[in-house]
């Protein structure tokens, strides 16, 4: 059996002697009638029925057993049968999931082996945000996310439950609110999507709710979740993100000079918003955290900080959260927000609340996450509930410091754009943690959008969560990861040449984020980039006048993205997998937008050559080389994050398709061609109609 396989990797494995053989043979695995339902649920798990004698496995909790009270186990199997002994019942927990694996991968002869066991960080997870594609997820999906996570070995889950950014899709606030308020029916966010379905050939548009709201789901999520071994906490966001409760309740809304409420942030002197704001809290916790047995919370606390895009009326404005109200404005914003934290911090405690986190920018910013804010905390009695997250996802990497006394975590990245092009967080992931571990970090979570084609980060959470200060780097833990994915289907060579094109493609986040993403929708619908130009219009003709030679470089990434989807295709006819199936629709993503844009760029050139007809057929070309794309995703990509996915991508298929046929009919007729920037299909910003909830007017060209 190959043990490289296994994520995360065990600390360590001793070979004890030969294998023997389980061909048909039941594997029980028992417990005490008094042992922990969590230890019960992962002996259940690990069981596997046959018609011969069982191979029986005992576990036995034996807390003093080991150093330091840690999630610590020993597995050991061997001819005459096997014992899993452990520290916790989270440990035990920790065990059946190896043991689980062992047998997956040994299929019918099991090894003789000895394999001793522990967590580096206390802590490991993910923190998924309450944004497009989680709003849509079912329980069904939570508890599939949960299973992965326990497989992982991961103990916690963040789900962001209240969220607001600036004026997106429509023309409206991006704003998330994914658990109802019975008693405060104007609290919510309704959606409108509108995209092309290939599979349908028909435009789809969706009018929702958070499925979480209309099922009433986050009680069920957090039980689930605490039977699976994975602490669920909500993130609540404010005093920044904050948008929707001071709009539904002005009377706590931070205030202009003039008194005026601005519908952004609170006021903080405000008496009302404090008692909003617990009436808040106090109802997810009463009705989702104690009933299920949860202690944990996340306050917020990120990006307290001016914003274009706040006012729906004049998104060209930056408006900032802070009020200016006569009792609020002469108070440093530092000491405000310490004492918000503070504040709320001890309300949580006082309601049961025992596990308090919090993300560190804000404070950052002001120079207030000090030892004036340590002390205030060790003053209230929090030290041993409130917990700092330090987050960054690019370089360079943010080190906790290891001076002030506080818990810490370190909160890299793993994923967060699904309808973006694919990407590679391994890099930030690895080195965050190291830099946590060394500064006494105990928690090791990664914010996303939960995507299953983020695999590979997931895994390297895992692995560097689970295993720090060991001999394997970040290299070869892609090398073995490639091998456990893709062998004995292709070769080793292969299997690392796979991923390597793979990275070739993907592996650079500046790539990623930057000219790759700007070829999609998504950086478009931000105010900033609304006041520069239509998408995608001057997209395409930045590509066809640049002298930077972007197009080059977005050949080369796609091209090693095809060359990597050729080997993925290649181990995928051999041994099928999920997540072969990700991996390939995502490279087949960046090849196809790839020959969009350079049919688009070929179609703008035959046009300006006084060629409408080579135009008509190249943009032609374009619009089916997204459909193609889109088609794919559709096909395998989580239902949840489809609509999404598509809808972005439905704005560069509807002005291909648009400009095709504008453009046919104009090589049609025997008029002269107007100036390709005067055409009606390069007038008109397509946003409206994708993602608007008004009924918009006829679209020159025609809806196909």
Known sequence: MDFSRLFPQPKRIDITGSAFGLEGRAVRVETGQDAPALVQRGASLASRTGDDAP???????????????RDAYLLDLNTGGGTLVAATEAAAWHGCHTLCAILDLAGNELPAVQIEDWPDFAWRGLYVESKWGSDRMTLDDWKRAIDHLAELKFNVLGIGVYGCWVVQYGGQRTEF?????????????????????????????LDYLPTMVTEDLFGE??????????????????????????RVFPE???????GNPIGYGFCLSNP?????????????????????????????????????GISEEDPTLAIDPWCRCPDCR????????????????????????????????????????????????????????LVVQYWRYQEPVLVPPADLGLRTWSTPMSGYWPNLFSQSYTTNITRMLAHGSRAGAEGADAYCLYDPGFDRNYVCLAEFGWNQGGEEDLYQFKSRYARALLTPALEPWQAAEAMDQYDQAFGSEAWGETVAASLLYYWHTYPAARETGIYPRDTILELAGSHLRPMNALRRAANSARAAAGWFEQANAVSPSPILDEYIVECRKLGG????????????????????????????????????VMAGLERVKSSFLVPQILRDLSALYLPFDRLASEIGALADGETELPPFLDLA????????????????????????
Request: charged share 25%; net charge negative; no cysteine.
């Open 252 to 258: 706590i809304s931070a205030r202009d000079e003039a």
């Open 272 to 308: 009302n918003t404090w008692e909003t704001l617990f009436r808040l809290y106090d109802s997810v916790v009463d009705r989702y955290l104690l009933p299920n047995g949860s202690d944990w919370f996340h306050m917020g606390l990120d990006e307290v900080e001016a914003y274009k």
């Open 177 to 205: 609110l994914m658990v109802p308020f019975p008693d405060e029916p104007e609290l919510v966010t309704p959606k409108t999507l509108r995209y092309y379905s290939p599979a349908a050939s028909d435009w789809q548009v």
């Open 681 to 704: 299909s390069n007038r008109e910003d397509l946003d409206r109609y994708l993602a608007s909830a008004e009924a918009p007017e006829p679209i020159a060209g025609g809806i196909r």
């Open 593 to 628: 937008v790839a020959d969009a844009y350079v049919a688009a760029v070929q179609g703008v050139a035959a046009y300006d050559s006084g060629n409408p007809a080579g135009a008509a057929d190249r943009f032609g070309a374009a619009r089916d080389a997204i459909r193609d």
């Open 55 to 69: 191979y029986v496995v005992r576990i036995d909790l034996q807390p003093d057993r080991f150093d330091g009270g």
């Open 221 to 246: 999520i957090v039980a689930y979740g605490k039977a699976n071994g994975v602490w669920v906490r909500p993130h609540f966001n404010s005093p920044g993100h904050n948008t929707l409760f001071p």
């Open 330 to 385: 002469d108070k440093p914003h530092a000491e405000q927000l310490q004492d918000y934290a503070i504040r709320v911090a001890l309300h949580l405690k006082e309601k049961g609340i025992t596990h308090i986190t919090m993300w560190n920018d804000a404070l950052d910013k002001l120079n207030a996450l000090d030892d004036t804010f340590a002390a205030k905390v060790k003053g209230a009695g929090l030290a041993d509930n």
